[in-house]
């Protein structure tokens, strides 16, 4: 396939994968975050407020990004692709395919991140030391 046909299939998918990711749909790690805020402020009582921040703000940004991925991808004007002299650079596609892919990372490893980042701030609430987290790491490289 030319590269004048695949360079914006690809850009363009890439595109609406981390917009979908940032805007917090399912089944991308923005919506467990999301998931989580809004779970966390019903249990504090604090949901009157919070909830609509949250779900208003991803409505937002879901107006912002679809347009700008309808004026990016679909109303453009000026040299095709082909006669611009652009290059699809196999690096730097390999490189914002393999960031894109992290956000599919982030969704199958979400129960260990989620374990971690709640043990940390447990940890962090509970006001640890420097010098027992220094213990903690010297124990851990030893084993």
Avoid: C
């Amino acid at each position: 396939m030319p590269s004048s046909v695949l360079y914006p299939i690809l850009t363009g998918t890439l595109f609406a994968v981390v917009a979908m990711a940032m805007i917090g749909l399912p089944p991308f790690s923005g919506f467990v975050g999301k998931l989580y805020l809004l779970q966390a402020a019903h249990a504090s009582g604090d949901a009157h407020w919070v909830w609509p921040l949250i779900l208003i703000s991803g409505l937002a940004s879901l107006i912002a990004l679809s347009r700008s991925g309808t004026t990016l991808f679909w109303r453009t004007q000026g040299t095709p692709l082909a006669e611009s002299g652009v290059n699809l650079s196999p690096l730097k596609m390999a490189a914002t395919g393999a960031l894109t892919a992290t956000t599919l990372i982030l969704v199958l490893a979400a129960g260990p991140l989620t374990e971690w980042t709640q043990q940390a701030a447990s940890e962090l609430r509970a006001g640890i030391s420097v010098q027992q987290m220094n213990e903690w790491s010297t124990e851990e490289v030893g084993q």
